[in-house]
């Protein structure tokens, strides 16, 4: 079993991910094995096996991964999402909503407040957004506030009016463009 699994585990690399066996044998885990993945900053894998008292021991003084597994298939999957999880996440960007400053409002203790209407889409109050001028980015961050008349808002719509405040920044200008969207990071899968 133990060519089988070293083969297995070699055939999960990816031009991504690459997983390096350090050492195979059979027996028991050892303190030997434990140094050795302490110094090549490995994890160690039993297949069928436990680690000797020391080497447990020595495992967490050490702070060493040791995974212990009976079952081929759930090791293979344990390893995937091991290896997933070293990719970085695919940053996913969602388009909400775009709105044109009408007006400029400075308010005391407030800021600037941006008079705006929604052209299509929506924004909201967690919107992530990103002022344009003339087509170029000048500010990317959160809306400070959004307001629909004199009322806090949640959410305004395409053809309404409404009054967004940018969180740190105060340098709105009237024809600028807000537009609003989300950003989730998806976790990469290994394909292999």
């Known amino acids: 079993s133990m060519e089988v699994l070293t083969d297995t585990l070699k055939k999960l690399s990816t031009e991504k991910v690459k997983i390096h066996i350090v050492r195979s044998g059979v027996g028991a885990v050892a303190a ?29 003084h050490e702070k060493i991964d040791v995974r212990l597994h009976t079952i081929i298939y759930e090791l293979i999957d344990e390893m995937k999402r091991a290896m997933a999880g070293l990719l970085d996440p695919i940053i996913k960007e969602t388009y909400h909503g775009r709105a044109e400053v009408l007006t400029i409002f400075h308010v005391s203790k407030v800021g600037t407040i941006a008079g705006c209407i929604i052209h299509d889409g929506k924004v909201t109050i967690k919107s992530e957004v990103r002022l344009l001028r003339d087509n170029v980015v000048v500010y990317t961050g959160k809306v400070s506030s959004l307001k629909r008349f004199k009322d806090e808002a949640g959410e305004v719509k395409s053809g309404q009016e409404c009054g967004i405040g940018l969180e740190n920044f105060n340098d709105v200008k009237q024809s600028d463009v807000i537009e609003a969207f989300a950003i989730k990071k998806v976790k990469q899968e290994v394909l292999v």
């Open 32 to 60: 030997s094995d434990i140094l050795l993945a302490a110094t090549a900053n490995a994890i160690v894998i039993g297949f069928n096996v436990v680690p000797e008292r020391s080497a447990a021991v020595l495992a967490e």
